[in-house]
């Protein structure tokens, strides 16, 4: 009963992937329907063959049939026209293919990064890559080509059933002994390919991740001397792999072989019948020949149904990785005419950011990280959040920007008499240089331009100049077009900082949150950079994390994160 049960909601499971799957069909509709037209023809015109090369083959035998050479022709006519279809078919498929598999990729990679930061944080980033590329492979192949296979495949088996019952009902009657097998088959099928496909997918990212996550650390593996113990450990996690793999594999082999020699009893049991009939002079040399071909055609399309099932398993596990991560709730930039408004507002009237009574607690459990905290900032502020490291003060910011919402109490932006909701609408009021920096590749300009698209290379200039960058990028024989390495990888770390300061600063954004911006800085730079900034915008907000004492005399006020996730305002004498 509880194996029927587990076995009723894997089917439930499947079909609402299976639905999901119908969707995309239903976008590609001409498309599916013209590889069906395709597939039907093939099939119509191999059936046609072997009907032509009975009517042959019976001129042959009978001598004075002066049709031979019609039917010749139309034999080999139809055999050429196959091949020229079945060409067609395969163009048309990688053509469209592509084309399939590239608009799935998109939706998932626009899905991931519409969805909010909390939800989607979680998963690996190697995990992500492999359902962007092999599952939306997996599913863009089923979209094209599952449902005119299946058509195309139980068109030839009835064909082939109807143009045997035509002449021979028993042996009609013979070639459908497989069909029973074939339902018995399918729920095994169903089952034990649901449990591995799901488990290889995994399997599969964890691989993908191990690797990602080792190439972008190389040199602290290296540094640890770890390099043997790492080749190891990837050993072992593509053992894993394999190992479910080949348990796939000999189940999927066990099963194809079984289904294979039923297909083939099947076609040979046809065939004996079909040479007794011959032998009793029931049916003719043609007729026979038409048998073989057919009972041919029947036992592969048998076997290409019953892969049907597990192809069917595969694709819906596919969907159901895919479905997992696309289904969070998106930013919709729901309060964008109100934030716009205030912004604008921003610009003739101070702006003030206020955190009332928050309480937070990251969605994998544990304790509140923030508890009942309230914080302020207004126009021309800079307000400093201090504190042990792992206390909180990074999550604030996350707040701040959005990235996550708080359990309970508000942080709200106000401006000239209007107040809002800060969500991932209020955005746009912030600069924000993380404490990762976070640059990526591409030449200095394209790093800095992402967050001002038509900013000229005298506002670059500009920002690298306050953040006393110029000089070294002026060095560069190509300066703001000088590329930086995949994350920043080829400038020093006080230098990515300064890097991704001047990127906030070209935003222009009312709010600037700094976190351990200048951690890496030498305290002569640290000094200059700020000051720079604070005489550049004096009516900016800055909220900034920092663990140096150095920064507070740049600070209008000071807020103490606390162990039991409280925040108090300091007196910067006496803390740090
Ligand atoms: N994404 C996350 N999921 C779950 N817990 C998290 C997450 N990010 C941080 N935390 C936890 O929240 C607490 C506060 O982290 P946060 O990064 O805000 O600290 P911090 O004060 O900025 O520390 P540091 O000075 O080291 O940067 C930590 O105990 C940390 O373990
Ligand atoms: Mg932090």
Known sequence: M??????VSTLRNMLREWRWILGYVNRYRFTVLLYIILGITGTVMSLGTAVASKFLIDAVVSKYDYKLFEYAAVTVGLALFQFVFSAAASWISAVIG????NEIREEIYSNILKSKWEDIHSFHSGD???RIEGDAAAVSNGVISFIPGAVTKLLQFFGSLIIVLYYDKVMALISLLSAPFLFLASRILIKTMRK???ASRDLNGKVISFSEESIRNIHIIKAFDLT???IN???KTIDAYRSVKLSYEKFSVVTTFILSVIGLAVSYACYGWGVYRLWQGAITFGTMTLFLQISGGLSSSFSALASLVPSAVSIATSAGRIMEVTSYEKEADGDRGLALEILEKSKNSPVTVCMENVTFTYSDGGSAVL???SLRASSGETVALVGPSGEGKTTVLKLLLGLTEPDSGTITISAGGEKIKVSDSTRRFFSYVPQETGMFSGTVADNLRAVNASAEDSELLEALEQTEMADFIGSLSEG???????MGGNVSAGQAQRLAIARALLKKAPILLLDEATGSLDPETEDKVLRNIMTHNPAQICILTTHRESMLRYCDRIYRVNSDGSVTAADFKTEL
């Open 2 to 7: 509880k194996s029927q049960e587990r076995y």
């Open 98 to 101: 592509t084309k399939v598999n």
């Open 128 to 130: 992500l890559l492999n």
């Open 196 to 198: 591995y496909n799901a």
């Open 228 to 230: 043997a113990s790492y």
């Open 233 to 235: 450990n990837f050993r």
């Open 371 to 373: 508890n009942n905290v």
């Open 480 to 486: 703001i077009y000088s590329q930086l390495g995949e």
